[in-house]
C-alpha cells in the first residue's frame, strides 16, 4: 500500500518469523489481457502461463468464507480473462466455523471445491493432504527464482518440508487489536485505556451508563484462538510456540496466568453480556457499531468497514474511531500477531491437468492480481507478493488515523495468529469455553491441555 509500510511490516516480520528470478520471457495473448485488467500491477506480478489450446469448459468451484460482492466481482473479471471457464463460487459468508466444517466433509467425500482458502497454522495442517503443491506452476510462470516475487517472511508459512509451496499466498494481517468508540469515550469523560487495569475501570464507568465494554463474539472458535494467543504473548512473548513445539509444557506459570487473565474478562465483566453465545460477524460488530459498546475485539481485516462507500460516511456522521493492541495488564507490553493473512490452494483431486492448471490460475489471480480491486473495499495492509498496487480510499477522518495507528502497533509483534497443533487447539478452544462459563480452573484447563500433547 505504501512503500514504507512495506519495509516496516517486513522488517518487524523478520524478527518474528524465520525466513527461507526473473520471469519467463515469452507472454501470450491471454496474458497480455491480464496483464492490461491488472493496472497499477507491477510487470514482476504478472502470471505467464500458456493457455489450454481447448475450447472445452472447464468448471472451477471455489470455496471459502467472504463477502458476496467481492467474491462475485471476482468471478466476473476472471471468467472475462478466460471465457472457456466457468467460476462457481461456494461461499459459507463470514461464519468461518461453517466453512471449515464444510469443507472438511466434501474433502472427505471426494467431492472437494478446486479452489479453497486455507489460514498457515492447524487449518492447514487439517488439510494439507488435499493440496497440491505449486511449485512446478510457479517456476513455468515466474522463472527458477520464482520465489522472490513474494516477501520472504512468508515462506516458511506456506512452504512445508517435502511437500513445496502450499498456495497463492494473499497479504499480510495483525491480530490482537481493540477498536474504540473515541465519541462514547468522550462523552463520557473517559480516556482510551492503556493498560487491563484501565481497561477494568473504564468498563466499570461504561456499565454504569448502561454501555456494554468489549463486544466479543466469544462464540468463534477463530476470534478466541486470536484472543488467547494474544494473552499467551502478553505474558511470555513467543513462548506459545516453543510449548507447541514440546518446548515448555502448557502448564507452566505464564501460560497458566495467561488463561487466568482471559477468564478475568468474564469475571470482571470487561466483555459484553452474553459473549458466548456472540459471533463477531454479525453479532458483536452491530453491537459495536451501533453505539451500544464502547469496543470491539477484532483484527486490521475490520478496517474493511471504514473504507466501504455505503456504510462509512454514515459511521462518520455518527461517532469517531480508534484502534489500539489489546491493553495489556500492568507490568506487561502490547503483544499483536502478524501474519500471511490465509494462502489460496489447489485441491490435488481437482480431476485433469487442464483443471488443476485453470484452478492456479484462479487462485493466483485471486491472491495478487486482484488484490488491486479487492482493496477498494477490502482493507488489505500489504500484498504478499511483491508489486501489487493497493486501492485503498477512506471515508472521513477516522481511516487514516486507525491506518497509522495499524502500522505503529506493527512493533509489538511477537509471532504468527494461528496455533499449529490441530489436537491441542482443539482442546485448548474447549478449555476456554468451559473457563468462561466457569466449569473449569485455568489450571485445571491447562492439566487438560498439557494431557493432549503428552498423548502425541
Given at each position: 500500500?505504501?512503500?514504507?509500510?512495506?519495509?516496516f511490516?517486513v522488517?518487524a516480520?523478520?524478527?518474528?518469523?524465520?525466513?527461507?528470478?526473473?520471469?519467463?520471457?515469452?507472454?501470450t495473448a491471454?496474458?497480455?489481457?491480464?496483464?492490461e485488467?491488472?493496472?497499477?500491477?507491477?510487470e514482476?506480478?504478472e502470471?505467464?502461463t500458456?493457455?489450454?489450446?481447448?475450447?472445452?469448459?472447464?468448471?472451477?468451484?471455489?470455496?471459502?468464507w467472504?463477502?458476496?460482492k467481492?467474491l462475485?466481482?471476482a468471478?466476473?473479471?476472471?471468467?472475462?480473462l478466460?471465457?472457456n471457464?466457468?467460476?462457481v463460487?461456494?461461499?459459507?459468508?463470514h461464519?468461518?466455523?461453517?466453512?471449515?466444517?464444510k469443507?472438511?466433509?466434501?474433502?472427505?467425500a471426494?467431492?472437494?471445491p478446486?479452489v479453497?482458502?486455507?489460514q498457515p497454522g492447524?487449518l492447514?495442517?487439517?488439510?494439507?493432504?488435499y493440496?497440491?503443491?505449486?511449485?512446478s506452476y510457479l517456476e513455468?510462470?515466474?522463472?527458477?527464482?520464482?520465489?522472490?516475487q513474494f516477501e520472504e517472511?512468508?515462506?516458511?508459512?506456506?512452504?512445508a518440508?517435502?511437500?513445496?509451496?502450499?498456495g497463492?499466498?494473499?497479504?499480510l494481517s495483525?491480530?490482537?487489536?481493540?477498536y474504540?468508540?473515541?465519541?462514547?469515550l468522550?462523552?463520557?469523560?473517559l480516556?482510551?485505556?492503556?493498560?487491563?487495569?484501565e481497561?477494568?475501570?473504564?468498563?466499570?464507568?461504561?456499565?454504569?451508563k448502561?454501555?456494554?465494554?468489549i463486544?466479543?463474539?466469544a462464540?468463534?472458535?477463530w476470534?478466541?484462538q486470536?484472543f488467547?494467543?494474544?494473552?499467551?504473548?502478553?505474558?511470555?512473548?513467543?513462548?506459545?510456540y516453543?510449548?507447541?513445539r514440546?518446548?515448555g509444557?502448557w502448564?507452566?506459570?505464564e501460560?497458566?496466568?495467561?488463561?487466568?487473565?482471559?477468564?478475568k474478562y468474564?469475571?470482571?465483566?470487561?466483555?459484553?453480556?452474553?459473549?458466548?453465545?456472540?459471533?463477531?460477524y454479525?453479532?458483536?460488530?452491530d453491537?459495536?457499531?451501533?453505539?451500544?459498546?464502547?469496543?470491539?475485539?477484532?483484527?486490521?481485516?475490520?478496517?474493511?468497514?471504514?473504507?466501504?462507500?455505503?456504510?462509512?460516511?454514515?459511521?462518520?456522521?455518527?461517532?469517531?474511531?480508534a484502534?489500539?493492541p489489546?491493553?495489556?495488564p500492568?507490568?506487561?507490553?502490547?503483544?499483536?500477531?502478524?501474519?500471511?493473512s490465509?494462502?489460496?490452494?489447489?485441491?490435488?483431486?481437482?480431476?485433469?491437468?487442464?483443471?488443476?492448471?485453470m484452478?492456479?490460475k484462479?487462485?493466483?489471480f485471486?491472491?495478487?492480481?486482484y488484490?488491486?480491486?479487492?482493496?477498494?473495499t477490502?482493507?488489505?495492509?500489504?500484498?504478499?507478493?511483491?508489486?501489487?498496487e493497493?486501492s485503498?480510499?477512506?471515508?472521513?477522518?477516522s481511516g487514516?488515523?486507525?491506518e497509522?495507528?495499524?502500522k505503529?502497533?506493527?512493533?509489538?509483534s511477537?509471532?504468527?495468529?494461528?496455533?499449529?497443533?490441530?489436537?491441542?487447539?482443539?482442546?485448548?478452544?474447549?478449555?476456554?469455553?468451559?473457563i468462561?462459563?466457569?466449569a473449569?480452573s485455568?489450571?485445571?484447563g491447562?492439566?487438560?491441555v498439557?494431557?493432549v500433547a503428552?498423548?502425541q
Amino acid at each position: 500500500m505504501r512503500k514504507g509500510m512495506a519495509l516496516f511490516m517486513v522488517m518487524a516480520m523478520l524478527v518474528t518469523s524465520a525466513g527461507c528470478g526473473s520471469p519467463d520471457a515469452g507472454q501470450t495473448a491471454e496474458d497480455t489481457a491480464l496483464k492490461e485488467s491488472s493496472a497499477g500491477a507491477a510487470e514482476s506480478a504478472e502470471i505467464k502461463t500458456e493457455e489450454p489450446v481447448s475450447d472445452e469448459k472447464i468448471t472451477i468451484t471455489y470455496m471459502e468464507w467472504g463477502d458476496e460482492k467481492v467474491l462475485s466481482d471476482a468471478e466476473k473479471r476472471f471468467e472475462e480473462l478466460y471465457p472457456n471457464v466457468d467460476v462457481v463460487i461456494d461461499n459459507c459468508g463470514h461464519v468461518y466455523d461453517d466453512y471449515v466444517n464444510k469443507l472438511k466433509v466434501t474433502m472427505a467425500a471426494g467431492e472437494g471445491p478446486e479452489v479453497f482458502k486455507l489460514q498457515p497454522g492447524a487449518l492447514l495442517e487439517q488439510f494439507k493432504d488435499y493440496v497440491e503443491p505449486l511449485d512446478s506452476y510457479l517456476e513455468k510462470d515466474l522463472g527458477d527464482n520464482w520465489r522472490d516475487q513474494f516477501e520472504e517472511v512468508i515462506w516458511p508459512q506456506i512452504e512445508a518440508d517435502g511437500i513445496g509451496w502450499l498456495g497463492a499466498p494473499t497479504y499480510l494481517s495483525v491480530a490482537g487489536s481493540m477498536y474504540i468508540n473515541q465519541t462514547i469515550l468522550d462523552e463520557n469523560g473517559l480516556e482510551i485505556p492503556t493498560t487491563y487495569e484501565e481497561l477494568a475501570e473504564c468498563s466499570k464507568v461504561l456499565r454504569q451508563k448502561g454501555i456494554m465494554p468489549i463486544a466479543m463474539g466469544a462464540k468463534d472458535d477463530w476470534a478466541n484462538q486470536d484472543f488467547i494467543v494474544t494473552l499467551f504473548n502478553q505474558f511470555a512473548p513467543g513462548k506459545v510456540y516453543e510449548v507447541e513445539r514440546g518446548n515448555g509444557k502448557w502448564t507452566d506459570l505464564e501460560m497458566v496466568e495467561a488463561l487466568k487473565q482471559w477468564q478475568k474478562y468474564f469475571t470482571d465483566e470487561i466483555f459484553v453480556d452474553g459473549a458466548l453465545g456472540l459471533s463477531i460477524y454479525n453479532d458483536a460488530l452491530d453491537m459495536f457499531e451501533a453505539g451500544n459498546a464502547a469496543f470491539l475485539f477484532n483484527g486490521h481485516w475490520n478496517m474493511g468497514e471504514y473504507v466501504n462507500a455505503e456504510k462509512s460516511p454514515k459511521f462518520e456522521e455518527d461517532y469517531q474511531w480508534a484502534v489500539v493492541p489489546l491493553p495489556a495488564p500492568q507490568g506487561k507490553e502490547p503483544a499483536v500477531q502478524v501474519a500471511l493473512s490465509d494462502m489460496i490452494c489447489v485441491n490435488k483431486g481437482a480431476g485433469d491437468e487442464k483443471t488443476k492448471e485453470m484452478a492456479y490460475k484462479f487462485a493466483m489471480f485471486f491472491a495478487s492480481e486482484y488484490m488491486t480491486e479487492f482493496s477498494k473495499t477490502e482493507y488489505v495492509m500489504q500484498t504478499a507478493r511483491k508489486g501489487i498496487e493497493l486501492s485503498t480510499a477512506f471515508y472521513g477522518e477516522s481511516g487514516p488515523k486507525m491506518e497509522e495507528s495499524l502500522k505503529d502497533m506493527v512493533q509489538y509483534s511477537r509471532g504468527v495468529r494461528e496455533l499449529t497443533n490441530v489436537e491441542t487447539k482443539a482442546e485448548l478452544l474447549t478449555v476456554l469455553q468451559e473457563i468462561a462459563m466457569g466449569a473449569l480452573s485455568p489450571e485445571d484447563g491447562a492439566a487438560r491441555v498439557q494431557a493432549v500433547a503428552d498423548e502425541q
